[in-house]
Structure formats: structure tokens, C-alpha cells
T-cell receptor, first 114, second 110 residues
Framework: DTEVTQTPKHLVMGMTNKKSLKCEQH?????MYWYKQKAKKPPELMFV???????INESVPSRFSPECPNSSLLNLHLHALQPEDSALYLC?????????????FGPGTRLTVT | SQQGEEDPQALSIQEGENATMNCSYK?????LQWYRQNSGRGLVHLIL?????REKHSGRLRVTLDTSKKSSSLLITASRAADTASYFC??????????FGTGTRLKVLA
């Protein structure tokens, strides 16, 4: 199974809501990533988990809160978002190797903040 | 910004023609990867080239890497309508912090 799944596919939320994005992989990958992508722009790295521990936080506002409950799951908790946070949120996973590793991406969650 | 630059930003060709897109980056790297993204969907890994490699092939794809110029190119031969997508290079300076280039939007006309 070389698939990364993400739920939900689409999410519309108000600025006072709390919601969560979910990501799952069963490839045995021990690195998992969250990216944010605006229209016609490249993905921007938000967080990296390695062996279920947060290893990189790219100065992301605290209204985004990642969680890695186990080696297969990655969540992104959202609270008090702003309209400019509307974007495609991509999850990815990879092996943990020092000499390069391809990332497997999920289809993304299209988030709209109203 | 450490973001890589790709050119052209957009490319429109006829089916059967070759498509070449270029990526330039700013820092030294361990490897460089190319990804394809169909409209509004997840990215698909195409090819990885390590810093000690100069050229790599995969099917109709040919990637070159020139670390002295900090640049890479992706050639798609005999393009098909299904190749219509955005193509991104991604560089790894030695951490998990993959940095994606600005992307090339390729349109292949049938």
C-alpha cells in the first residue's frame, strides 16, 4: 500500500471554529509532513515529524497545532483561523534516510475559512 | 527566500513534442527531486537525483544536475496530453526541509 490518505477532502470553517485534519499512511514511514499550498504557488513546509516527534516547525502560528499519535497517523488541529489560512493542506510521508527519500503525498484537504 | 526558481513559469506544447523545464536553487544540496501535480491534487514523485550524479533517466523523463551552477533540468520526451500538470523541483539541503521551486505549468495540446 503506497497511499497516503487525508480527510476530509474539503472543509469550510468559521474563524471561531475548531476542526482537525487527518492523515494516515501504512507504508512504515517514520517521517511525516504538513505542507500548505496556496493557488499557483509551491507547497510550503509547515511541520515535520520524525519518529513521532516534532522535529521541524517552520514558525507556524499557534492556531495550527500538529499531533502525531502514532507512526501511521498525523493530525493538524485548527483553531481561530483567519481567511488567509484558506489553502490546500497536504500531508506527506517518507522513509528516514540520510541520502534522500521520496515523499509520498496525500490528495490534500481544501480548506476555506469564512 | 531560499525558494528555488523554475522557468519557464508556463509552457504550452503540442503532443509529441519535448518539454524542458529548468530549476535553479541557492544552497548546496544532498539531492534534488522532481514532482508532478495535477490540478489541485497531491504531488507525485517523479525522480530523485543525488548531488554526485549528473544525469538520470526514468522512462520518458531525463533529469540533469549541475551543482556548480546550482541548476537542474527536467526533459519530458514525446509528451502526451496526460503530462499536462505543474512540475516542481524540490531541493534538500541536508535536513528534512525540502524546499520547492516556484513550479512550471505545462500544457500539452492534443
Amino acid at each position: 500500500d503506497t497511499e497516503v490518505t487525508q480527510t476530509p477532502k474539503h472543509l469550510v470553517m468559521g474563524m471561531t471554529n475548531k476542526k482537525s485534519l487527518k492523515c494516515e499512511q501504512h507504508m512504515g514511514h517514520r517521517a511525516m509532513y504538513w505542507y500548505k499550498q496556496k493557488a499557483k504557488k509551491p507547497p510550503e513546509l509547515m511541520f515535520v515529524y520524525s519518529y513521532e516527534k516534532l522535529s521541524i516547525n517552520e514558525s507556524v502560528p499557534s492556531r495550527f497545532s500538529p499531533e502525531c499519535p502514532n507512526s501511521s497517523l498525523l493530525n493538524l488541529h485548527l483553531h481561530a483561523l483567519q481567511p488567509e489560512d484558506s489553502a490546500l493542506y497536504l500531508c506527506a510521508s517518507s522513509q528516514v534516510e540520510s541520502q534522500g527519500y521520496e515523499q509520498y503525498f496525500g490528495p490534500g484537504t481544501r480548506l476555506t475559512v469564512t | 527566500s531560499q525558494q528555488g526558481e523554475e522557468d519557464p513559469q508556463a509552457l504550452s506544447i503540442q503532443e509529441g513534442e519535448n518539454a524542458t523545464m529548468n530549476c535553479s536553487y541557492k544552497t548546496s544540496i544532498n539531492n534534488l527531486q522532481w514532482y508532478r501535480q495535477n490540478s489541485g491534487r497531491g504531488l507525485v514523485h517523479l525522480i530523485l537525483i543525488r548531488s554526485n550524479e549528473r544525469e538520470k533517466h526514468s522512462g520518458r523523463l531525463r533529469v540533469t544536475l549541475d551543482t556548480s551552477k546550482k541548476s537542474s533540468s527536467l526533459l519530458i520526451t514525446a509528451s502526451r496530453a496526460a503530462d499536462t500538470a505543474s512540475y516542481f523541483c524540490a531541493t534538500d539541503p541536508g535536513t528534512y526541509k525540502y524546499i520547492f521551486g516556484t513550479g512550471t505549468r505545462l500544457k500539452v495540446l492534443a
